[in-house]
């Protein structure tokens, strides 16, 4: 079932993104602009901090105790990073280039992506299917 539930995840993920240009390095969830890389960050392209946010937002997305207030942002020593969390998993770090690039500070960046995750989170979490929607159960034959 959990496979099920990472499959559906991708596949929601990969829908909402579209066909992307080289370079682009936005992350949409559930219809929601999150947030874009426009600078490399601890040796990571934009492409690849990208592609390393959606294997974590599979994890996030996968584990049904996480909400989203569990979506915090956190400030970094100094002020000079901030760290977003969904419960205990870090989800991305913001540096200073990331807020220099958005003419921004990293706290008020990673709080600004929290929110915005936030609402993203809340549209792409998977829901139960109604009971009305179900098909029946078959009975032993």
Known sequence: MTHFWTMMVLALIAGAQGAKPAGETKLTLGGVWVLQFRVAAGGY????????LQDRVVQ??????LRPRDVRAVPGPSGKSAMIYVGSLLLVTVTQADADASRSTPVKL????????????????????????????????
């Open 110 to 141: 990673a709080t600004t992506w929290a929110e915005n995750f936030r609402r993203g989170f809340a549209a792409a979490r998977p829901r139960p299917i109604p009971p009305q929607l179900r098909p029946p159960a078959e009975s032993p034959g």
């Open 45 to 52: 392209t934009p492409e690849q901090r990208l592609s390393t």
């Open 60 to 65: 996030v997305l996968s584990r049904p105790e």
